[in-house]
T-cell receptor
Framework: GQQLNQSPQSMFIQEGEDVSMNCTSSSIFNTWLWYKQDPGEGPVLLIALYKAGELTSNGRLTAQFGITRKDSFLNISASIPSDVGIYFCAGQGETSGSRLTFGEGTQLTVNP | NAGVTQTPKFQVLKTGQSMTLQCAQDMNHNSMYWYRQDPGMGLRLIYYSASEGTTDKGEVPNGYNVSRLNKREFSLRLESAAPSQTSVYFC???????????????FGNGTRLTVT
């Protein structure tokens, strides 16, 4: 089946710093989704990507669908304390009936 | 507009007890899903319902049953709870009928289940 590797597993940064995390897959994906999960809540969709090379922003967040279609990146600029949470990538393969697969998450801690 | 609502938020069961987790969405979505979240393992699909009247197994269906009661509601039942089912359970919904179309999922806030 499809496998997704998300890195890093955790990050500890100072407020104001930029953050970058990524996901790589063992197979080609047609869709990449990035979610954020706050403590005690469900994941919330941040950005959806549907084309190779696509670069999409949502405020201070920018995500890219890798050209190889096997990876995706999420960048957060000028981090603030409310960016704390777990960030998940999710991807769907190109073959018919392939599952939406989730990465294991990146735990982000922002020190004020 | 509540989105996806799950009940209960917390539950403690003894091994062998049964319970049903409830989920309802008010976005008129076609597809609904049940996931479990365990530390270091991301989100794993238990069951899904592509459309009203249909249900299918996901990655980890053993020990669970589901019912798509109507377009809004999708319940998850544990017939005989086991400690391995201690987890956080999330219900989600998506707009398109085909769950593998890349249609983004909208999640509820989860049910935290402990089985002792």
């Amino acid at each position: 089946g499809q496998q997704l590797n998300q890195s890093p597993q955790s990050m500890f940064i100072q407020e104001g710093e930029d953050v970058s995390m990524n996901c790589t897959s063992s197979s080609i994906f047609n869709t990449w989704l990035w979610y954020k999960q706050d403590p005690g809540e469900g994941p919330v969709l941040l950005i959806a990507l549907y084309k190779a090379g696509e670069l999409t922003s949502n405020g201070r967040l920018t995500a890219q669908f890798g050209i190889t279609r096997k990876d995706s990146f999420l960048n957060i600029s000028a981090s603030i304390p409310s960016d704390v949470g777990i960030y998940f990538c999710a991807g769907q393969g190109e073959t018919s009936g392939s599952r939406l697969t989730f990465g294991e998450g990146t735990q982000l801690t922002v020190n004020p | 507009n509540a989105g996806v609502t799950q009940t209960p938020k917390f539950q403690v069961l003894k091994t062998g007890q049964s319970m049903t987790l409830q989920c309802a969405q008010d976005m008129n979505h076609n597809s609904m899903y049940w996931y479990r979240q365990d530390p270091g393992m991301g989100l794993r699909l238990i069951y899904y319902s592509a459309s009203e009247g249909t249900t299918d197994k996901g990655e980890v269906p053993n020990g669970y049953n589901v019912s798509r009661l109507n377009k809004r509601e999708f319940s998850l039942r544990l017939e005989s709870a086991a400690p391995s089912q201690t987890s956080v359970y999330f219900c989600a919904s998506s707009e398109r009928g085909n769950p593998w179309s890349g249609s983004p999922l909208h999640f509820g806030n989860g049910t935290r289940l402990t089985v002792t």
